[in-house]
């Protein structure tokens, strides 16, 4: 059986941990809040929104850098930065959010196993949230 690629597991990675995130935190109808402008709506129809940008690989699946967001502001608003610290400085520690700082500072290069383990994590993590409301009708 051939091996997959990087790439490929990455990809996978970035699906997974996107959907984990998206459903972190929804309500049992399945609407989750952006942390940026508070707009409700179903998980399906909102992102990822990272608080450092995804290219820092050191904190791009950190779940503390990661949150819902609608896609107004995660696209056409560049993520509404300063709506989005405002959230992070409410609901973190100072001592996450310096954490947070040096490690979208390094680069970290992860390797199959490392990708494996986080695709294993994050299905795990989506398969234990309860959100009934899948897909919309």
């Known amino acids: 059986m ?36 508070g707009r409700k709506m179903p998980w399906q129809d909102g992102d990822a929104g990272h608080y450092y940008r995804r290219q820092h690989t050191g904190t791009r699946f950190d779940p503390r850098n990661v949150h819902f967001q609608c896609k107004s502001c995660n696209g056409f608003r560049a ?22 700082d040096f490690l979208h500072r390094q680069s970290t290069k992860l390797t199959r196993s490392d990708l494996e383990d986080l695709i294993e994590k994050y299905s795990m993590a989506v398969v234990h949230i309860k959100t009934p409301v899948l897909c919309r009708s």
């Open 79 to 100: 993520g509404n930065v300063a709506s989005y610290a405002r959230y992070m400085y409410a609901t973190y520690p100072q001592s996450d959010l310096d954490d947070l």
């Open 2 to 37: 051939k091996k997959k690629t990087l790439k490929s597991l990455r990809n996978r990675l970035d699906a997974v941990f996107s959907v984990f995130v998206r459903t972190r935190g929804a309500d049992p109808q399945g609407y989750n809040s952006c942390v940026s402008c």
